[in-house]
């Protein structure tokens, strides 16, 4: 798998949790890495986005002050700290590499997916 996520599980609101996307075998340093969440019936939506360089990130106003996004080159990792979660914030959260300047709207390779639910 070149995409592999980790870190999910059942918080109570207003908690936190650190999602991790490990890559392997995929050119990383090339690459975007959007986070993408997928509530319950819902579309796929872009959460957080960070360049390739790390110095550029992107998000939805729905997150902002509560989630951010870290990416480490040598380890090929990009993390997504979550806090003050929200019980709208449950859903898939899956990691995804994109072209570079797209702010993660073009996908080339999506990970499975990590389960987040926030209990109120």
């Known amino acids: 798998l070149p995409l592999v996520e980790s870190g999910g599980g059942l918080v109570q609101s207003g908690g936190s949790l650190r999602l991790s996307c490990a890559a392997f075998g995929i050119a990383f340093d090339y690459y975007a890495i959007g986070w993408f969440h997928q509530a319950p019936g819902k579309e796929r939506e872009v959460v957080f986005c960070?360049?390739?360089?790390?110095?550029?990130?992107y998000s939805v106003d729905s997150v902002k002050g509560r989630f951010t996004i870290s990416r480490d080159g040598a380890k090929k990792t990009v993390d997504l700290q979550m806090n003050s979660l929200k019980p709208e914030d449950t859903g898939r959260y899956y990691c995804?590499?994109?072209?570079?300047?797209?702010?993660?709207?073009?996908?080339?390779?999506w990970g499975q997916g990590t389960l987040v639910t926030v209990s109120s």
């Open positions: 995804a590499a994109a072209r570079p300047g797209s702010q993660c709207s073009s996908v080339e390779v």
């Open positions: 960070i360049s390739v360089s790390g110095g550029s990130t």
